[in-house]
Each structure stands twice: as C-alpha cells, then as structure tokens.
C-alpha cells in the first residue's frame, strides 16, 4: 500500500513539474499595444496585427502592421525542432534563426548580416506570456544595448 501511494505521489508531482515548465501557448490573434511597450521609439506610432499559429514543430506569426500610411506584411516561421530557418526581419533583411524553449518562454537567435561587409548582427528574441496569457511580451535585445520590449494584447 505504502509503495502505491508513493507512486502515485511521484506521478503526481512529475505531472506537476511538466506542467509548470511546458511550452507556452501563443495562438491567436494580437495587437500591439505601445503604451505598455518599451524602447520602441517611433513604432509606437504604428499598428501591428499579429496572428499566431502554433504546432509542436513550428509557431508560424503574421503580422500586418501600418506606419504613417505604409502598410506592410511579415511572415516568420519559428522552427522548434531547433534546426535553422530562414526569415526576414523588418529592420535587418534575410536572417538565420535558432529556436529553443527555456521553460514556458521561446528563446531566439537572431544573425543577419551587417551593414558593413563581412559582419554579422547577432540579437535574441525572447517570446513569452503574462500569467493570465492575455498578454504576450517580445523582447529583442543586441549585446551591450537596451532590449526592446515590444507588447502585445490578445484579441478577445
């Protein structure tokens, strides 16, 4: 009797521990919101649109975005088998991206090449949610620079 309840006690708490460090869950659709995001200089007076599919392979992110009239689309495939993909940033042109999970947040790499010939700019994305999951934070930061957090909303 005593060894089945210690495996049930075990189970359990193995069952517990999963949990609390499984994937976080990012579908769904999102507005960015710039009053509680930080560092984003001039975005904040844009709009951003982001739709969110996620597998156990892949999290696929759409964003639609306007800045001062100019619309324009993003699309970013983040593999989460930890193979490199490649995706094209906004700001850096064509990049090769690692994948990983750290407990509930996606951790990636960012490398692209540099403004100058020969260089590569390195930033990590950091993805994760709010406790009640009804915020999502991106948090992109380049070594020896403020990170950027930019903040988005869950379309209810």
């Known amino acids: 009797m005593k060894q089945t309840v210690a495996v049930f006690v075990l ?4 069952g517990f521990a999963f949990a609390a460090s499984a994937p976080a869950n990012f579908s769904g ?29 892949k999290i696929v992110v759409d964003d639609t975005s306007e800045f001062n009239g100019q619309k324009d689309t993003q699309h970013t495939v ?3 088998t930890g193979k490199p993909a490649t995706n094209t940033s906004m700001m850096a042109g064509q990049a090769i991206t690692r994948s990983h999970w750290e407990e509930s947040r996606l951790i990636t790499d960012w490398e692209s090449p540099g ?9 990590t994305e950091t993805r994760y ?16 620079k403020e990170p950027i957090i930019i903040v988005f909303t869950r379309d209810k």
Not at 11 to 14: H, R, V
Not at 35 to 51: E, P
Not at 115 to 123: F, H, L, N, W
Not at 129 to 144: F, I, N, Q
């Open 11 to 14: 189970l359990f708490l193995a």
């Open 29 to 57: 659709n999102w507005d960015f919101d710039p009053a509680q995001s930080k560092n984003v200089g001039m975005m904040a007076q844009g709009k951003i649109h982001t739709t969110v599919v996620q597998t156990t392979f």
């Open 78 to 80: 983040y593999d989460l």
């Open 115 to 123: 403004a100058i010939a020969g260089t590569m700019v390195k930033r």
């Open 129 to 144: 949610l709010s406790p009640d999951g009804k915020t999502m934070y991106v948090e992109s930061a380049r070594p020896g």
